[in-house]
């Protein structure tokens, strides 16, 4: 079975230090691996994504996230947080069958 | 703005009255989903649709139906929603992922309250 995990519900985080928000996932056969942010009484918008090829992807608003194999991971991060990317972060899992699996959720604070 | 619109973006309803959540889209993309996300969880998958090809997940209770009249337009009906279906209702589309997955585009949400 496909699964996501978000193993930390919050991470603080001072502004202008870098930031990563973890995200492990477990599928047999190839992961589509994505991430999306969701600011307050708003939709989920998408960040970046992992499809095939180089395991660094680079997205929007600065983030860049690092897909791991062996690890079965996929953090997102970014080298300099500002207050604005406070919000809901979620990653995501698909095989290509539009079926979607999103992961809890992690709650970034980025303190001035 | 090429966007996904859902309306109204917060509806009320009592105990078991029929009640419909509206999506809209002006990407042209052909698949649509709804989503159903409670307060703190991940949004989970209700069905989808692949132009008018309907998916439906194997734990999407029965009470949840949906329609899709056209490529732009799809539909959410609870018949009968309980105090359990309080949550977020996301919408969103992709493009045909069949060559290349692609991503989502979502709307802003309908927040059902059930009185």
């Known amino acids: 079975a496909q699964s996501v995990a978000q193993p930390e519900d919050q991470v603080n985080v001072a502004e202008g230090n870098p930031l990563t928000v973890k995200c492990t996932y477990s599928?047999?056969?190839?992961?589509?691996l994505f991430w999306y942010v969701q600011y307050p009484n708003r939709g989920l918008q998408f960040l970046l994504k992992y499809i095939t090829g180089d395991n660094l992807v680079k997205g929007s608003y600065g983030f860049e996230a690092e897909f791991n194999k062996s690890q079965t991971s996929f953090h997102l991060k970014k080298p300099s947080a500002l207050v604005s990317d406070s919000a809901l972060y979620f990653c995501?899992?698909?095989?290509?069958?539009?079926?979607?699996?999103f992961g809890t959720g992690t709650r970034l604070k980025v303190l001035a | 703005d090429a966007m996904v619109i859902q309306n109204p973006r917060y509806q009320v309803t009592q105990f078991g009255k029929p009640v419909t959540l509206s999506c809209s889209q002006t990407l042209n993309h052909n698949v649509m989903y709804w989503y159903q996300q409670k307060s703190s969880q991940a949004p989970k998958l209700l069905f989808h649709?692949?132009?008018?090809?309907?998916?439906n997940e194997a734990d999407t209770p029965d009470n949840f139906q949906s329609r899709r009249p056209n490529t732009s337009f799809c539909f959410l009906d609870i018949r009968s929603p309980g105090l359990g279906d309080a949550a977020m209702y996301l919408c969103?589309?992709?493009?045909?992922?069949?060559?290349?997955?692609?991503?989502?585009?979502f709307g802003p949400g309908t927040r059902l309250t059930v009185l």
């Open positions: 969103a589309t992709s493009r045909d992922g069949r060559i290349l997955v692609n991503e989502q585009f």
């Open positions: 995501a899992l698909t095989t290509g069958t539009y079926k979607y699996i």
């Open positions: 599928v047999s056969g190839n992961p589509y």
């Open positions: 649709y692949y132009d008018k090809d309907f998916n």
